[in-house]
């Protein structure tokens, strides 16, 4: 991704964490919202943080340090998703102390996704770019933000390993399902458990090779 394309996207993420968490329906189109939601959204877009620091940290795109950090601060949200999580699934959810982890836990990881994003080797970022730019492209209409949603999904799907992640959360959105299967939960969980532990065995590994550097 270019560097004149960083504020765009950086813009469009927003747009799109703030359409799927609050939904569309002061435009018509009405789609289930719950914490739970916004939770495994966290939880998605962590996953996300995780794969594209390994991708970086294999590839040397980024110093050692840099993915050090990015590791301590995805860190830092997957524990505060793991401390909202146990009173989103008893239904407190909506209260404001869990609503304020979930906001900071998100507002975390935005910009761990898109600085990751941006480092990514050239044609991976430019590929998952295209869907965004396009949709950035048209005129505001609902058809646009219906291309935009669609974009995000679609990088979602790009820096996801397995994709199940972000299948899952476009099936909810399509089925208009609000609760969550517990078979579901497992997938993203699992997800979000594997990309931690190859981020991190990626940095632990370049460490050694690199003679023990922070």
Known sequence: ???????????????????????????????????????RYGQATLTAVYDTLKQNN?????????????????????RVLDTAEPAVLMGLGDTPT????????????????????AALPKKTSEVSAVPIAAAAGAVVTLEAINALISGIMALLALIDRNGVVSRIIAQ????????????????????????EAAAQASIDARRV??????
């Not at 813009?11 to 939904?23: D, R, S, T």
């Not at 906001?103 to 994003?117: F, G, K, R």
């Not at 959105?173 to 990309?195: H, N």
Request: glycine letters at 6%; proline letters at 4%.
């Open 1 to 39: 991704m270019t560097r004149s394309l960083r504020p765009l996207f950086a813009m469009l993420i927003g747009l799109a964490i703030a359409m799927l968490l609050l939904g569309c329906g002061s435009l018509g189109q009405e789609k289930p919202r719950s914490p739970e939601d916004t939770l």
């Open 58 to 78: 294999d590839a040397k795109t980024i110093s050692l340090a840099t993915a050090s950090r990015v590791k301590l601060e995805a860190d830092r949200a997957k």
């Open 172 to 195: 909810r959105i399509a089925e208009g399902r609000k609760d969550w299967t517990d078979a579901e939960r497992a997938q993203v969980t699992e997800a979000l458990d594997e990309a």
């Open 209 to 214: 090779a690199e003679g023990g550097a922070s």
């Open 98 to 117: 869990v609503q304020e982890k979930l906001t900071l836990a998100l507002s975390i990881l935005q910009p761990l996704l898109i600085e990751m994003q």
